[in-house]
Nanobody, 127 residues
């Protein structure tokens, strides 16, 4: 069982930055691929970024590539999302998720059933 808790959301002006964090319980954190998704009311949940078990590889949605950076610290059971050059269209509830998928490909991380989800943290980009 893995319990995920996100933090770090808030209100930021366009062009600003935020860092989201996700703290995970459990002793098997390093065995999970970790990802961030986001959702706007009335729209489907959208993949943002994913990172593999050791943190050596990652994938990003085209809409955030070059602006967002995902990282993880297995010693602290945390995964983070650094968001720079934020745009109003980045406004959403951001969710941390974990999957025990055995392989790490863009198809897998965007389509697999994730095993655990956090409760979400609101990010609002507005002037």
């Amino acid at each position: 069982q893995v319990h995920l808790v996100e933090s770090g959301g808030g209100l930021v002006q366009p062009g600003g930055s935020l860092r989201l964090s996700c703290a995970a319980s459990g002793r098997t954190f390093s065995s999970y691929v970790m990802a961030w998704f986001r959702q706007v009311p009335g729209k489907e949940r959208e993949f943002v970024a994913a990172i593999n078990w050791g943190g050596s590889n990652s994938y990003y949605a085209d809409s955030v590539k070059g602006r967002f950076t995902i990282s993880r610290d297995n010693a602290k059971n945390t995964v983070s999302l650094r968001m720079n050059s934020l745009k109003p269209e980045d406004t959403a509830v951001y969710y941390c998720a974990a999957t025990s998928a055995p392989i790490f490909t863009i198809v897998v991380v965007t389509t697999t059933q994730y095993d655990y989800w956090g409760q979400g943290t609101q990010v609002t980009v507005s002037s």
